[in-house]
């Protein structure tokens, strides 16, 4: 079993509709990242949290320590939101990042 | 926002041959550089985690003759593919980050290896 599941694997929506992207996690961390790939391959980091919720324009993010759980939310999404989402961790007492598998957004005009 | 360019951004080699990859923080300095492998619809992998003036520490089951990083300056880590084979082509991804802890790393654009 992988430390970091993301579900689902792909979602396909249309413009405009809210979008959640669920990350969970089987290990003690310090800190989860969202990260978003776009199909050329570049990796753009969206939050970083360790507590309670971030938001940043369409954007927010929110995890549940007690739960080893957190989900991105995507408010009027647009097909410039399509993109692979990526959730990775840090273990408490290390400074690596494990990552989730990802998950294939595809939002249509 | 922090910045972190890869260059080249493709490369494209004959089998034998070697690459180098290099990664540099553009307007901040990295205590510590990661680098990262990922395969076509795969996650991203950790190679190796470099820090300045000491030698990498690679992951279980990379070879560290094969992949050689240099974290020469606290902007400039280079990873170099030695005799590389095709199975060697991937997307090599390397990230900075300002602090020794990876609380806060900021990405590069990656570098696309196709070994012929």
């Known amino acids: 079993k992988n430390e970091v599941e993301q579900s689902p694997q792909n979602l396909t929506a249309q413009e405009g509709e809210f979008i959640t992207i669920n990350c969970s996690y089987s290990?003690?961390?310090?800190?989860l990242h969202w990260l978003q790939q776009h199909p050329g391959g570049g990796i753009v980091s969206l939050f970083m949290l360790s507590s309670g919720k971030k938001k940043h324009g369409r954007l927010i993010a929110t995890i549940n320590i007690q739960e080893k759980h957190s989900s991105l939310h995507i408010t009027a999404s647009h097909p410039r939101d399509s993109a692979v989402y990526i959730c990775?961790?840090?273990?408490?007492?290390?400074?690596?990042?494990?990552f989730g598998k990802g998950m294939k957004l595809t939002v249509n005009p | 926002g922090a910045v972190v360019s890869q260059h080249p951004s493709r490369v494209i080699c004959k089998s034998g041959t070697s690459v180098k990859i290099e990664c540099r923080s553009l307007d901040f300095q990295a205590t510590t550089m990661f680098w990262y492998r990922q395969f076509p619809k795969q996650s991203l992998m950790l190679m190796a985690t470099?820090?300045?003036?000491?030698?990498?520490?690679?992951e279980q089951g990379v070879e560290k003759d094969k992949f050689l990083i240099n974290h020469a300056s606290l902007t400039l880590s280079t990873l170099t593919v030695t005799s590389a084979h095709p199975e060697d082509s991937s997307f090599y991804i390397c990230?900075?980050?300002?602090?020794?802890?990876?609380?806060?790393?900021?990405f590069g654009p990656g570098t696309r290896l196709t070994v012929l």
């Open positions: 290990v003690g961390i310090s800190a």
């Open positions: 470099s820090n300045e003036g000491s030698k990498a520490t690679y």
């Open positions: 990230s900075a980050a300002p602090t020794p802890n990876a609380d806060t790393q900021y």
């Open positions: 990775a961790v840090i273990q408490g007492g290390s400074e690596k990042l494990v």
